[in-house]
């Protein structure tokens, strides 16, 4: 981690701080199993993924941090996979946000970025709110558990869990 994701980084609370850091050191510690062209900038989007939750605009932190580091001249691959991590077009829908607020950080036809979302996910899905390291079915339990039933969060975590897994389990599968 460098000095400008850690400035980035510093409006966070400590443990949403600590949860990013870890899922960066996690991807850090995987990303030799993506393409050589997208590493750097998974592990960048990793350390980054959670950062619009300290610079809100629209209110929805996977744009809102895309927007920040496309506005601080981030690869679109980083601002792709922060827009994108974690089903979060699952949860825009909950939030009935329009889904054409994605359009602008769509990166789909560049090779190897789905891989490079899915470890992204993985990262993400197995790392805890304070950082530590948890299993797949702890991480869901315990988002699950924090947030009330028909919470938007509860209620996006619920429908994405099919796709959550399965990206889960596409980088358990490739390592």
Known sequence: MNEAVAELLSPLTVS???HSLAVGRRVEKVASY???ELRADAVTAAYLHDVGYGYPDLGFHPIDGAR???SRGYSPVVCHMVAFHTAAQVEAAVRGLDVQIFDEFRSSEMDGIDAA???LW?????TGPKGEEFTLDE???EILRRYEPG????TAITRAEPQLRQAFQRVSGSM
């Open 139 to 141: 991480r869901l339990t």
């Open 122 to 126: 993985w990262a993400d899905l197995s």
């Open 68 to 70: 920040l580091l496309r």
């Open 16 to 18: 949403r701080r600590a």
């Open 117 to 119: 979302d899915d470890f």
């Open 151 to 154: 919470s938007t969060v509860h």
């Open 34 to 36: 993506l393409p050589t």
